[in-house]
């Protein structure tokens, strides 16, 4: 629902300004009372507060460490070796990436098959996003010239459909025309 919001940009300035609005708040009430209200120095006796800081502090601590432990298996580095380690049958997908072309082997894409993306750049560095028919970037890697192993990312698609392919380092003159499609077929069994 909140998709089209978040693909057009203004998703992001309304969080922002949700974010800001409440602190612009605190910050003009407070000039004003120390402007026209009460400009003698407060009187407020700090260490009352202290167990109030330290819970706070407490609960910011837990909601970093929380927010990372829930979401740290969305790392592509986390669940690609999660999926490498899983047993499942990997379809290997192999490419190569130039100035302004990838090209890949020939490969069967299945939903709900993890595969394997490797890639190698043949002569600078270049970008290989893959994209959801809807526009939303799912991963990205990037391919950095001579090495000696390729790059690789394993991802399990679960919607069939046709994918697009973009570099997303800038490569060169050519760069916005680097992209391809991947098309992933419905899963036989
Ligand atoms: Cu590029």
Redesign the pocket.
Known sequence: MLDSLFLSGWGAFGMVLFLLIPFLFVFFYVVFRKSFVDSNPGTTDAKKYVRLEGMWIGLVVLVFVGVNIASIGYMPTVSTAKAATSGQDIIDVNFTAKS?VFDFAEATIEVGRPVRFSGKSLDTM??FAVYHPSGKVLFTMMLMPGMEKPTSLIHTFTEPGTYTVR??????IA?HE?RDEIVVIKGTG
């Open positions: 302004w270049h970008g570099c997303l380092e800038y490569c060169g760069h680097m």
